[in-house]
């Protein structure tokens, strides 16, 4: 793995996946709420299909831990979106583009996979500290 996409990977909390109880219903609805991404985003982001995560949340049905893992790095990337951006539309305006410096893919269509959150994540840095 470069060494860049280690910088993205140090920013993310730790333990997430040790939170008490695990993911359950309420508390993916709470982060549905909070950063307003839209069910076929996380379909997409968690490789479930949109009906299963909706019925999953109308049966209150906890996910699983690999499930729960992908859903709470992408909150992190959200989290990390929102203290770079400081608004839900800016960030969600710079998830839909595609940037050169992403080679050419949108922020959003890297969500799928461990490796496209790092490389998410470490852009962020960049924008942060001017680096673009």
Do not use: C, N
Not at 28 to 52: C, E, I, N
Not at 115 to 125: D, F, H, K, R
């Amino acid at each position: 793995m470069p060494l860049r996409a280690l910088h993205g990977i140090a920013q993310m909390e730790l333990g997430s996946t040790a939170r008490k109880g695990g993911l359950t219903a309420p508390r993916f609805k709470g982060m549905l709420k909070t950063y307003r991404f839209g069910l076929p985003v996380w379909s997409y982001a968690l490789h479930m299909p949109q009906t299963a995560l909706s019925a999953r949340l109308d049966k209150g049905i906890p996910f699983h831990p690999l499930e729960a893992d992908r859903a709470y790095m992408v909150e992190q990337v959200l989290k990390r979106g929102m203290d770079v951006f400081e608004d839900a539309d800016d960030l969600m305006h710079w998830l839909k583009r595609k940037h050169p410096m992403l080679e050419g893919v949108r922020p959003l269509d890297l969500l799928s996979s461990t490796t496209g959150i790092s490389w998410v994540m470490m852009e962020l840095g960049r924008i942060e500290h001017g680096v673009y």
